[in-house]
């Protein structure tokens, strides 16, 4: 299926050629060949596409043309921004979160998210731990849970999740857990860089909780 920008003035696709190589096509124009095509996505903002992609026993990370290759790429985001790319691959035999290409911090075997904050500055990842869960933020790693949520950023570089643990849900920001419902009924809403919002069942009443962040 072919994918469009945001707004969407760009657009992307891979194909299977006749020697049955693929090749990904970007806004009309054709792309190296590679044995398989894995991921496409353009940025936020649509102004850079990366695609992951294999050729022969190699793994590639194609950022707006360029390719970089490793042993395997398992996971890759963007900043919200669109101007920073984490990666998670096997370098080397290690597994590693890059940052811009910059091989910053080790990271586990089996990563099943990653988030960079606006402008970069802030990493998290998820961890499996067997069948539990555990988040690393900057290098910090948190409680382990039964699963966690997807991570997000808010606009001033602070994370939150939610996370279940024996049937009890939580609210975490940052390290902390700041409160516990039954389940938490929507996704965690940043209002700005300074509080969320988010619905949650307790004790069978819903409860509208919006939360100051502090950084």
Not at 52 to 80: E, K, N, W
Not at 164 to 174: D, F, L, M, Q
């Amino acid at each position: 299926m072919p994918r469009f920008s945001e707004d969407g003035s760009r657009f992307a696709f891979a194909v299977r050629r006749v020697d049955g190589k693929q090749i990904v096509i970007t806004d009309g124009a054709a792309g190296p060949a590679f044995d398989q095509i894995d991921t496409l996505a353009f940025s936020p903002p649509g102004n850079h596409l990366l695609y992951t992609a294999s050729r022969r026993a190699r793994h590639y990370a194609v950022l707006d043309g360029t390719q970089t290759d490793y042993d395997a790429v398992a996971l890759s985001a963007f900043s919200p921004d669109g101007d920073h790319l984490a990666l998670s691959a096997r370098i080397d035999g290690h597994w590693a979160v890059s940052v811009d290409g910059n091989k910053a911090t080790p990271a586990c075997e089996q990563c099943s998210q990653l988030a960079l904050s606006r402008g970069g500055k802030h990493l998290a990842f998820v961890c499996e731990r067997g069948q539990h869960q555990v988040a690393v933020i900057d290098r910090d790693e948190g409680t382990v849970y039964d699963s966690i949520s997807t991570v997000a950023f808010s606009s001033g570089g602070v994370a939150a999740y939610v996370a279940i643990r024996k049937a009890r849900t939580v609210v975490v920001i940052g390290s902390a857990e700041i409160a516990e419902f039954d389940s938490v009924l929507t996704p965690l809403i940043f209002d700005g860089p300074s509080s969320l919002r988010f619905l949650a069942l307790k004790n069978g009443e819903f409860f509208r909780e919006q939360i100051k962040l502090e950084k």
